[in-house]
């Protein structure tokens, strides 16, 4: 029998992002995101007129590479009329409210991926229909890559 990964079902808010968009692979993840989460913190509290408005926020999407995903690393901010961007390094995506499957990534990111399958699995065991590459990771305790303390909810979009 499969080991089972304990998830909820969940209705999230929409909300609306400063985000930087990348078509890499997996293994390019860590290296990216390095490069891109003190940009575009340092681009969202000092060169936007506004506010954050909760954690980073990784999303996952289909490439129309082989072996590459579309990675979008977000940081929420408080949305409001005319707000300007002074980088073509970023957008501003407003996202909509969604249906996910949701459970939480205790520790090191060498293991999210094993987290992942398992929620997936779990979701298609339970007769949900959450297609594998469309998911998000909040990063909701961090501290490091490795650190065992980290604390990342992850996300599955169920499709109607």
């Given at each position: 029998m499969a080991q089972q990964t304990s998830f909820i079902i969940k209705d999230t808010p929409n909300y609306t992002a400063l985000c930087h968009t990348r078509d890499i692979t997996f293994a390019q993840i860590p290296e990216v995101?390095?490069?891109v989460i003190p940009q575009i913190w340092e681009h969202a509290l000092n060169k936007l007129d506004t506010c954050t408005a909760g954690p980073v926020v990784f999303s996952y999407e289909p490439s129309e590479k082989p072996d590459h995903i579309q990675l979008t690393i977000?940081?929420?901010i408080v949305p409001k009329?005319?707000?300007?961007l002074s980088s073509s390094d970023y957008q501003i995506k407003h996202y909509p409210p969604?249906?996910?499957a949701s459970t939480e990534h205790p520790g090191s990111m060498t293991t999210?991926?094993?987290s992942w399958e398992k929620l997936f699995q779990s979701t298609k065991e339970a007769g949900l229909n959450c297609e594998c590459g469309?998911?998000?990771?909040?990063y909701t305790h961090w501290i490091s890559h490795e650190s065992p303390d980290n604390r990342t909810e992850i996300q599955a979009l169920i499709m109607d």
């Open positions: 995101a390095g490069e977000a940081i929420p009329d005319g707000l300007e969604a249906k996910v999210i991926g094993q469309n998911g998000r990771e909040i």
